[in-house]
């Protein structure tokens, strides 16, 4: 049968760091606080642009696959921080690879990365194509208002990629099943507000949009999304929690993590988490987390994987993914970002100054 199995992976984090200590020095905040609270120790920050993180993590995936640029049909970026909204992101990446291919962002927040994959699958599956690279990159550190504590240290920057290839199998492989939704009803909870063509460019607002929400909420809600979305791939998989090695959730806090592992009655142990090393990375949280799994060896050949994301519209989405035979990379790609300057605290000092003089409502 026509399986869309998982080939090649790489991820790209920018240098420079944010500690929790860091942040303890232009907020009331504390180290303990944010660990306890969100599992989170530190986040990175980009000196450069979304699609120079997504191009060095699809540069390492395409490695790992043992493909070339050309060889690909579509290039798929899900992300909600663009550095362009013309052209997209894919483009520039598509331009950078030399790839000639279709190419299209998605933006479906956090959930962007697993909304990918289900859709690269259908055209797999279908025939219509064969090599897809999905990647979720983000710079949502452009987003933050550093005054706003609640927010502020939960996100971070970075990208993380997949390739997805048509493959010839005897059993079911690769992306076995999926599923996205979107509950428009919770939209207001989780917004940039104030960005885009309803931005009023010509007076002192202007240039004042941040990332919003209503964090409670929020995090019931993802719990909710993430956990009937899950049941249904599984359902449709023909799979029990136990059959599953391994759950790679969205990383946006440890507390949601282990309460939906809990409600789905999944050992803690099964469950994957890194956001201690680089926060929420919204869309990026899954491709990134699917590298560092591989790489310490959580990922075995063959293994059944959980994944399932949640994000602002309010979108959710799984998948069920058996991995392959091979959980080593084809070939290593040396692409890497420029170096970096400066630190964290540096990277955003001109923010954090500008937003200090406009006090929000
Ligand atoms: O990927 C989707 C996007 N992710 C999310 O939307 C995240 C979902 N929500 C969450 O992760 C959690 O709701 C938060 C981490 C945002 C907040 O955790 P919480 O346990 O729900 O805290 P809370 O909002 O109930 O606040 C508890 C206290 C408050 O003080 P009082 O009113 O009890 O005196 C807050 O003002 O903690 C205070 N607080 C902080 N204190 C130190 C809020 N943020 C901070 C902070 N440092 N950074």
Known sequence: MLSAQITGWGKCLPPAVLSNDDLSTIMDTNDEWIRSRTGINQRHISHVSTSAMAIVAAKHALASAGLEATDL?????????PDTLLPNVAATVQAELGASCAALDINAACSGFLYGVGLATAQIKSGQMQRILIVGAERLSFYINWTLRESAVLFGDGAGAVILEAKETEQASGVISYAMHNDPSGREHLKVGGF??????????????????????????AIGGMGKLSKKVMAEAGLSTDDVDLVVPHQANVRIIETLIAKMAVPAEKAFINIENYGNTSAATIP???????????????????????GAGL?????????????????????????????????????????????LE
């Open 73 to 81: 049909d579509m290039i798929l970026i899900a992300t909600a921080s």
């Open 315 to 359: 979108t959710s989405a799984a998948a069920v993914i058996k991995w392959g035979e091979r959980t080593s990379p084809i070939n290593h790609s040396d692409a890497s970002l420029p170096p970096c300057q400066h630190t964290g605290l540096e990277l955003i000092a001109r923010a954090v100054a500008e937003q200090k003089k406009r006090p």
């Open 288 to 310: 990134i987390a699917l590298c560092d799994a591989v790489e310490q060896g959580r990922i075995t050949p063959n293994a059944t994987l959980l994944t399932c994301a949640f």
């Open 196 to 221: 885009g063509t309803d931005m009023t460019r010509y007076d002192d607002e202007a240039n004042n949009f941040y990332l919003q929400f209503n964090g409670r909420e929020v995090f019931k809600r």
